[in-house]
């Protein structure tokens, strides 16, 4: 797999697994009718989390991404969604195009 399509696959999961763990924090502290929902999504997340650090790192190795993209890639990760808004930049901005890196050389 290419590491765009892969990183823009995992870009994807670490945000739903976000909303999941999101959701599952809203029915254990607002409503207080159980920790199931964060009993299931917070390792799911967390999984989902050191996936996402792994192929940002193996992307922008591979598509030769500067400090600074990097940097916010793995930055990121931390807000909620925030994988999903770099993930449009970098499409956005050709760091995710492998044809456009070529047209650079």
Same mark, same amino acid.
């Given at each position: ?12 999961? $670490?945000?739903?697994? /976000? ?11 607002? !409503? $207080? ?20 650090? @792994?192929?940002?790192?193996? !992307? ?6 500067? #400090?600074?993209? !990097?940097? /916010?890639? %793995? ?6 969604? @925030? !994988?999903?808004? %770099? $993930? ?11 044809? @456009?890196? #070529?047209?650079?050389?």
């Amino acid at each position: 797999m290419q590491a765009a399509a892969l990183f823009r696959i995992v870009s994807l999961a $670490e945000a739903v697994s /976000w909303l999941g763990l999101l959701t599952g924090m809203f029915f254990k502290y607002v !409503t $207080e009718t159980g920790a199931l929902g964060v009993k299931v999504f917070g390792p799911i997340h967390g999984a989902v989390f050191v996936a996402y650090v @792994a192929v940002a790192w193996f !992307t922008a190795r591979k598509l030769d991404w500067d #400090r600074r993209a !990097t940097l /916010w890639a %793995f930055a990121s990760s931390v807000p909620p969604l @925030a !994988t999903l808004l %770099f $993930e449009r930049w970098a499409l956005r901005t050709g760091k995710l195009d492998p044809v @456009a890196l #070529r047209r650079r050389f």
